[in-house]
Structure formats: C-alpha cells, structure tokens
C-alpha cells in the first residue's frame, strides 16, 4: 500500500513539472527584445505621479535595465501560458484577500520572471510591474471598490518602443485606462 502510494505521488509530481515545463515552452522566448536604461523609463513614466504624495518616494523601480517585451507577445503567448500557469497553481480562482487583484498582479509578474531568466541570458529585467490605480466605476468583474492593483507593461510594437500597456491579470486580458485613472496612480513599482 505504501508503495503505491509512494509511486502515485511520485507520477503526479512528474505530471505536474511536466505541465509547468510544457506551459513555458508553449509561451514561447522573448528573446528578441530592446533594452532600456532605468534613466529613459523614469522619463517615460515621470507623468505617473502619485497620488496625494509629493515626489520623495515617486515611483520605485528596482533595477537599473529593463527588456522590453514584444507586444505581439503579450497579446498571445503570453496569456496562454499565464493561463495555464494560473491553472497549474490553483490560481485561477478569485478568493477576496487570498488571491485577489493584488495577487494576480504579482502572479503576472512571477511567471514572466521565470520565463524571462529562462530564455534571456541578458543582466536586465523585464519591464512589468504593478500599477494601483482608482478605478473611475466599480467593476463587477474584478470586485474594485477602491484601489485595484493590475500590471503595467512598457512594450515595443512592430513600429514603436515604449508602448505603455496594462494588464489585469484576474480578468486576464489587456484594458485600457482612462487619463483619470493613469493619474489616479497610488504605486507604480518596476
């Protein structure tokens, strides 16, 4: 009895670094990606005050370069594997306090991390973060009363660098922010 207990644990932990291992391979490398000193990202994002703060803290980035994802990327593989990524780590399930906004937010930014140092053999990090915002009305979706925290992306498309890109991860898919809510910034952190 205790053998088979013993081998089936050992077969589902197999199946389960198999799924993980598969879903990273499924999204791909981003490995074709631009670099950008934390010098030009304060520039970009130096509009993105926070609020009710005078500038001793502002916005907090914690390395000095950053890989620009693709945003083709973003839009495709990357939630597809953040997806199973979710599912493989009983995270696809919304629990107030316990894995809400905030938790998805840094979720996203975990997984990205282990493909990131998987694939980009590059000393930078990639550019994601959180972003705490007001939302101007509530979301039935996502349960914001007040602040709610999604991942904010600097990106470069097929023409451009530096596409600013947000990204709820607990409704898993790219919005778009007014310009009340971009200046409702409580926390940027890259």
């Not at 140092?117 to 509530?138: D, S």
Request: hydrophobic letters at 40%; glycine letters at 4%; proline letters at 2%.
């Amino acid at each position: 009895m205790k053998k088979s207990i013993y081998l089936l644990t050992v077969l589902i932990l197999a199946f389960s670094w198999y799924q993980i291992r598969h879903s990273f391979n499924q999204a791909d490398n981003i490995t074709n990606a631009s670099i950008i000193h934390v010098n030009s990202l304060h520039e970009m994002f130096k509009g993105f005050k926070l609020l009710g703060q005078s500038k001793p803290y502002g916005n907090i980035y914690g390395d000095q370069l950053y890989v620009l994802p693709e945003e083709q990327w973003l839009r495709t593989k990357f939630i597809e594997g953040f997806r199973r990524y979710k599912k493989l780590n009983g995270l696809d399930k919304y629990s107030s306090e316990r894995n809400d906004c905030d938790d998805y937010a840094r979720s996203t930014i975990q997984y990205l991390n282990l493909i990131h140092n998987k694939t980009f053999k590059v000393n930078a990090a990639i550019c994601v973060g959180e972003f705490w915002y007001i939302p101007e009305r509530n979301n039935a979706k996502t349960q914001a009363l007040s602040g709610h925290c999604i991942n904010i992306f600097l990106a470069r498309s097929s023409t451009t660098e530096g596409v600013v890109l947000f990204f709820d991860a607990q409704l898993e898919e790219f919005i778009e922010l007014t310009d009340k809510e971009i200046l409702s910034c409580i926390v940027l952190k890259i």
